[in-house]
């Protein structure tokens, strides 16, 4: 089946610095990836979704210019979360699809960032 | 109103009998809809998805869409307690390419 790698799995950094996250589909070409984040007891909010070769959709709210989204690959999209504080500590989790109409989504393991 | 409303739960079933989780979206555009289980710390799993009316059964799981209703459900029978988690629904537009998640269904099974 689909796989999604994610990577890594957890990073402590500190306040002001960047984290970068990578999504790999690995056995499917995604021209479309998503990012979640999901605080504590919370659900997964759609923050951006990932264009191979062209510029990330950003939703309402999510500053691009903090959350920097690369997808230079059809098989690799990153998450580079700049100058973090601790209110960007969360689980982001990406996503991908093999692009088939009826094809669910498939996830990451999911990273979780703690800015201390 | 939530494009896509979960009852929070908890919801506790015991241990053989059959679990119900139900969830109701607004979005007539949403075409395909999906359960996923996510336990705690870790990333949502799929369990099933489905995109026409009526039911689909998968082993222990059916999922049933009613699209004039807007209403998806998943039933889990022979409850196990493996399946103490939170339950997510999520309907998928395919015209914005947008998943939008409910706020998920926590189950407790009980032994």
């Known amino acids: 089946g689909a796989v999604v790698s994610q990577h890594p799995s957890w990073v402590i950094c500190k306040s002001g610095t960047s984290v970068k996250i990578e999504c790999r589909s690995l056995?499917?070409?995604?021209?479309?990836m998503f990012w979640y984040r999901q605080f504590p007891k919370q659900s997964l909010m759609l923050m951006a979704t990932s264009n191979e070769g062209s510029k990330a959709t950003y939703e309402q709210g999510v500053e691009k210019d903090k959350f920097l989204i690369n997808h230079a690959s059809l098989t690799l999209s990153t998450l580079t979360v700049t100058s973090a504080h601790p209110e960007d500590s969360s689980f982001y989790i990406c996503?991908?699809?093999?692009?088939?109409?009826?094809?669910?989504?498939?996830f990451g393991n999911g990273t979780r960032l703690t800015v201390t | 109103q939530k494009e896509v409303e979960q009852n929070s739960g908890p919801l506790s079933v015991p241990e053989g009998a059959i679990a119900s989780l139900n969830c109701t979206y607004s979005d007539r555009g949403s075409q395909s809809f999906f359960w996923y289980r996510q336990y705690s710390g870790k990333s949502p799993e799929l369990i099933m998805f489905?995109?026409?009316?009526g039911d689909k059964e998968d082993g222990r799981f059916t999922a049933q869409l009613n699209k004039a209703s807007q209403y998806v459900s998943l039933l889990i029978r022979d409850s196990q307690p493996s399946d103490s988690a939170t339950y997510l629904c999520a309907g998928f537009n395919f015209g914005n390419e947008k998943l939008t998640f409910g706020t998920g269904t926590r189950l407790t099974i009980i032994p």
């Open positions: 056995d499917f070409q995604a021209t479309t």
């Open positions: 996503s991908a699809s093999p692009g088939d109409i009826n094809s669910p989504l498939h």
């Open positions: 489905i995109y026409s009316n």
